[in-house]
């Protein structure tokens, strides 16, 4: 079934979030680690019919090129007809945050989750000041989650549930547009899934008035995937599973097909599976 929430634009997370409440839903964000990734993404999002928004580690959009980043997921969303939102995951460095914001890209998250909540206001105010002038959304995050992602990990002694009232001074005092949510999710669990605190996402969504935002969507259950929109979820963010996945795939066909066949051959049906595990996951995201 197909929900009509996109147009055709390259755009931010603030229509469609606001989008998503409405709809009492969650938008979809998808790690890319590559070109034909984004497509196959891009692709299902079309086939559902909603907008996507597509997020890139500062490494993947260092591999990339931000620019050549920017210029596809434009193009994409005309040619698929469909809303897109390009944003830059768990980002700490300025000069790369900087440099994503003046090549294009629509929101950014900056991750001050490690530091003590004043230094990550003051960070976040920063970044929402230059990201804002320039047109881009930002996401905060508060409390931590845990796991390892891009190589960076989380001590599990460190993590910490967001506390409620944290949150509403941190929505005030940074105009962040989605604030990551501490509660219970951890970064790369695909082997098992997570055991989630709805008591302190339902504290969180009952104290602040902002899109809420789930990492670590991997290890969440399909029936949790329900019960965390309803508790005021809109950006719903998916990695681990696309990418074991793609290297899954693509590892047995690059050992089996010849070594002069086409690289394309190795990685389509990784892309195939990539498009129908999105399509999957925005049928759950569409609440319905
Ligand atoms: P998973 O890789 O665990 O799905 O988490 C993705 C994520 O939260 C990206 O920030």
Redesign the pocket.
């Known amino acids: 079934m197909t929900v009509k929430t996109g147009g055709n634009m390259y755009t931010t997370l603030k229509p469609v979030l606001k989008k998503a409440i409405q709809m009492n839903m969650a938008i979809g964000?998808f790690?890319a680690h590559n070109l034909e990734m984004t497509q196959a993404i891009v692709k299902a999002a079309c086939a559902e019919g909603v907008p996507v928004i597509i997020?890139t580690s500062e490494g993947t959009a260092k591999f990339v090129g931000m620019k050549s980043f920017v210029a596809v997921c434009k193009s994409l969303s005309v040619e698929y007809g469909i809303d897109v939102v390009l944003h830059l995951?768990?980002a700490r460095n300025w000069d790369n945050i900087k440099e994503a914001i003046d090549a294009g890209y629509s929101s950014i998250?900056y991750d001050g989750s490690h530091l003590p909540f004043k230094e990550n206001v003051l960070a976040t105010q920063h970044v929402v000041e230059y990201a804002h002038t320039a047109g881009a959304s930002v996401e905060g995050e508060l409390g931590t989650?845990g796991?390892t992602?891009d190589g960076i990990a989380v001590d599990p002694d460190a993590v910490e549930f967001t506390k409620p009232a944290d949150a509403v001074k941190f929505v005030e005092l940074t105009d962040v547009d989605a604030l990551?949510v501490g509660i219970g999710?951890?970064?790369?669990?695909?082997k098992s899934k997570t055991k989630l605190r709805f008591d302190v996402l339902q504290a969180i969504h009952e104290a602040v008035d902002i899109p809420l935002v789930?990492?670590?969507?991997?290890?969440v259950s399909d029936e949790d995937i329900h019960k965390v929109i309803n508790g005021g979820i809109r950006k719903f963010?998916?990695?681990?599973?696309?990418?074991v996945n793609w290297n899954k795939i693509s590892a047995d066909l690059y050992s089996t097909n010849k070594e002069n066949t086409s690289t394309r051959n190795n990685v389509i049906p990784a892309l195939e599976a990539i498009q129908k595990i999105v399509q999957g996951k925005i049928e759950l995201f569409k609440n319905l």
């Open positions: 964000a790690n997020q995951d768990h998250m989650i796991g992602e990551a999710t951890n970064h790369g669990q695909y789930v990492h670590g969507g991997t290890g963010n998916v990695g681990t599973e696309l990418l």
